[in-house]
T-cell receptor, first 110, second 115 residues
Framework: TQLLEQSPQFLSIQEGENLTVYCNSS?????LQWYRQEPGEGPVLLVT?????EVKKLKRLTFQFGDARKDSSLHITAAQPGDTGLYLC??????????FGDGTTLTVKP | NAGVTQTPKFQVLKTGQSMTLQCAQD?????MYWYRQDPGMGLRLIYY???????DKGEVPNGYNVSRLNKREFSLRLESAAPSQTSVYFC??????????????FGQGTRLTVV
């Protein structure tokens, strides 16, 4: 079983602060995705990264895939209350299955 | 745009009862998945179907069965519900299957309580 460990598990910050959450594994993944989930809803895709060392930016969110394709990070600049939610990383393999991390619960206080 | 539709949204069962969770997608996706999500945990794969007519076990298949009825529909059945199956269940679909570079679309979930 390929495991994805996310850290921190919980994060509570003030509006305007920056933050980084991490997704780490001892396994290599062919792709890595980040999802955001709001209470009572299913996860929604934020980004997919496929190349080692790849960096993608989505407005105030910056995603990075590690060179060895075993880890990833999500950095949020100037967090807003609307960023509050559960952030999940998911690793994909050529075998056709995906593995989800346990998530980081982010709370941004006004 | 309906996307992925799950029914029911909420369900309370007594231990030993059976039920079927329904899932339908209108995006013509080949692959469909059933996950469960417990408090403080991510999504754990129960079963998946790479294409119509095929199903495979995921991480936590015990106590569940699935049916890929056609390309649109993928159902999850609990034959004899147990309190350990209290969870939120999500159905998802994506296209295509291999490589997993594509977006998974999730339903809104079924909140199941077994008493």
């Amino acid at each position: 079983t390929q495991l994805l460990e996310q850290s921190p598990q919980f994060l509570s910050i003030q509006e305007g602060e920056n933050l980084t959450v991490y997704c780490n594994s001892s396994s290599v993944f062919s792709s890595l995705q980040w999802y955001r989930q709001e209470p009572g809803e299913g996860p929604v895709l934020l980004v997919t990264v496929v190349t080692g060392g790849e960096v993608k930016k989505l407005k105030r969110l910056t995603f990075q895939f590690g060179d060895a394709r075993k880890d990833s990070s999500l950095h949020i600049t100037a967090a807003q209350p609307g960023d509050t939610g559960l952030y999940l990383c998911a690793g994909g393999t050529n075998a056709g299955k995906s593995t989800f991390g346990d998530g980081t619960t982010l709370t941004v206080k006004p | 745009n309906a996307g992925v539709t799950q029914t029911p949204k909420f369900q309370v069962l007594k231990t030993g009862q059976s039920m079927t969770l329904q899932c339908a997608q209108d995006m013509n996706h080949n692959s469909m998945y059933w996950y469960r999500q417990d408090p403080g945990m991510g999504l754990r794969l129960i079963y998946y179907s790479a294409s119509e007519g095929t199903t495979d076990k995921g991480e936590v298949p015990n106590g569940y069965n699935v049916s890929r009825l056609n390309k649109r529909e993928f159902s999850l059945r609990l034959e004899s519900a147990a309190p350990s199956q209290t969870s939120v269940y999500f159905c998802a679909s994506r296209l295509p299957h291999r490589g997993l570079n594509t977006e998974a679309f999730f339903g809104q979930g079924t909140r199941l309580t077994v008493v």
